[in-house]
């Protein structure tokens, strides 16, 4: 049966950066482990997160199990699904022998627990058209840090899109994930079709996906799966809570989402995507996702932003509040005047 379940997590409690406005300059709290200012490890307190998050999901409640997993590139990202994916591949591993109606004991066997890094899934960066922001790492930089992630098979995996190191509007940034989340869900589809085709029905089994990813893509990707845009992006709708887990259920065919308030197709002369977006397997025009649509044929979201597996409790919720736009141009220094004021000697 096709993908049905789609698991949002957010990295856990993770270290600072800054950014000189007038420059556009990053500076990292703390020294990075890829160099990257933009990609700090998590904080002692996120390492615990991650190894709750990981407890809950291996836990015998917990169903269905991932059978995929997609993260965006930066290392915070990985370092919080790093728990969960390797006690994911233990279990598999270790009830390989008993399998039951396409189940490898708690474990589909058609799982591929290999993480695949989606940069369509990436930070968002406010638009700027004076300094580029920073790169995404790549797999060949990640793989030396989490080997046990990232394996040979998976660091073939090409991306969807890379998004622009110009930045994006907050509308941009919708239209990027609702791309990328297409593009995998229909990618999930066709492995498990293809997977499944011999399979007599009572063997086809639940399939899921858990993607981590940042506080502003996760909000945007749950309006993309349910459809749902509000009037106003700063509204609190999507709960993106650190090592937070929400569940997204795939509608039923028969099943119709109805048109929300605020709910529109994008007016606007701005592009849909952001200049210097690179499309890799992606085309680059965005699905029609809003009016209660939803990308894929549209999402439930039946559990949102739940910390109840964490010590803490909700920690660090987030939304947006506004473009985080940089097109001002650099800043002259302190100590000089704007080029159209002139100097009067007294």
Known sequence: MPLDTIYLTRHGHRLSWTIDFRTGTYRAQFPTPTGN???????????RQSLELAEYIAGAEFHPKPSRVYSSPFYRCLQTIQPSVEELKRLSAGSG?????????????????????????????????FFDHPAHP???????????????????????????????TIAQLHNRVA??????IADIDSEVSALEAELPPDQRTSKSVLICA??????????????????????????????????????????????QSGDHEQSSSEK????????????????????????????????????????????R?????????????????????PANVAVTKL
């Not at 080997?147 to 998976?154: F, G, K, V, W, Y």
């Open 37 to 47: 200012p933009a990609d700090p490890a998590l904080t002692s307190h996120g390492v």
């Open 272 to 315: 849909p995507l952001a200049e210097g977006t690179t499309f890799i397997r992606a085309s680059g025009s965005p699905p029609q996702w809003r009016n209660g649509r939803g990308v894929g044929g549209g999402w439930d979201c039946v559990a949102n932003g739940d910390c109840s597996f964490l010590s803490g409790g909700a920690e």
């Open 138 to 168: 790549t797999p060949e930089i990640m793989s030396t840090h989490f080997p046990t992630l990232l394996t040979e098979a998976s660091q073939a995996y090409k991306p969807l899109l890379i998004p622009s190191r110009r930045g994006e």
């Open 317 to 337: 919720g987030w939304h947006f509040d506004g473009e985080e736009a940089f097109n001002t141009g650099p800043m002259a220094p302190p100590s000089e005047l």
């Open 214 to 259: 940042h506080a502003a893509p996760l909000i945007a990707m749950g309006r993309a799966l349910t459809g749902r845009m509000p009037d106003d992006s700063s509204e609190e709708d999507f709960n993106v809570f650190t090592a937070g887990l929400s569940t997204f259920k795939r509608r039923g065919s028969s099943t119709s989402s109805a048109v």
């Open 97 to 129: 022998s008993s399998q039951q109606n396409g189940q490898i004991g708690p474990i589909d066997r058609h799982a591929d627990l290999d993480v695949r890094i989606e940069n369509g899934l990436g930070e968002w960066f406010g638009a700027t058209d």
């Open 179 to 184: 791309t990328a989340l297409e593009g995998i």
